[in-house]
């Protein structure tokens, strides 16, 4: 089965810039994977934020930005605050099926 | 607005199956799928498989093929996900999020805890 990899951990300090990446087993990540990202907080549910790449909810912070990298989908968090602190999960579409990666804990610190 | 509203906290024994629901509002029910996603205590997010509420089409995860069954009453705009022969590795989080084409996924519902205990 198709594995879905993101980095276990990244610290980044309040008002800096970071990329979680998102990579897949199979290859290369295209648009055609339709990348998603959510942000899960402890005792929460996940939140979307980004769909299809790139596109952002009516409720994504403008901080928040999703691109192609290097083969990887990944999220960029731009002038990070302290309520970013929380884990982020990437979804792949391949095809009848779906994978989430193991997820990136982001410290802000 | 749109939600998502799942069914309460399970708790059950080993070898029982339960059967969790979903109840969507506030949008066209029948132009989108209803992914179930698992989170065990601790662990990341497991995307189980999808379901259809137009024709109950459904797509499943080879991880939960045949562990799991999905179904759908768009009469009501409820989707359901089914466990049989519970184990207490199957104690979790199951939620429910509402699916565009491609996959794309916006809405959450809020998560049922399912607890396997003997």
């Known amino acids: 089965q198709t594995v879905v990899t993101q980095e276990p951990s990244l610290t980044v300090s309040p008002g800096g810039t970071v990329t979680l990446t998102c990579a897949s087993s199979a290859g290369a990540v295209t648009s055609g994977y339709y990348p998603n990202w959510f942000q899960q907080k402890p005792g929460q549910a996940p939140r979307s934020l980004i769909y299809s790449t790139s596109n952002k909810h009516s409720w994504t912070p403008a901080r928040f930005s999703g691109s192609l990298l290097g083969g990887k989908a990944a999220l960029t968090l731009s002038g990070v605050q302290p309520e970013d602190e929380a884990e982020y999960y990437c979804l792949l579409y391949f095809g009848n099926i779906q994978v989430f990666g193991g997820g990136t804990r982001l410290t802000v610190l | 607005e749109v939600q998502l509203l799942q069914s309460g906290a399970e708790v059950k024994k080993p070898g029982e199956s339960l059967k969790i629901s979903c109840k969507g509002s506030g949008y066209s029910f029948t132009n989108y799928w209803i992914a179930w996603v698992r989170q065990r205590p601790g662990k990341g997010l497991e995307w189980m498989g999808v379901?259809?509420?137009?024709?109950?089409?459904?797509r499943y995860s080879p991880s939960f093929q045949g562990q799991v069954t999905m179904s759908a009453d768009k009469s009501i705009r409820t989707a359901y996900l089914q466990l049989n022969s519970l184990k207490a590795s199957d104690t979790a989080m199951y939620y429910c999020?509402?699916?565009?084409?491609?996959?794309?996924?916006?809405?959450w519902g809020q998560g049922t805890l399912v607890t396997v205990s003997s």
């Open positions: 999020a509402r699916t565009g084409d491609g996959g794309d996924i916006d809405y």
């Open positions: 379901i259809f509420h137009s024709d109950s089409h459904a």
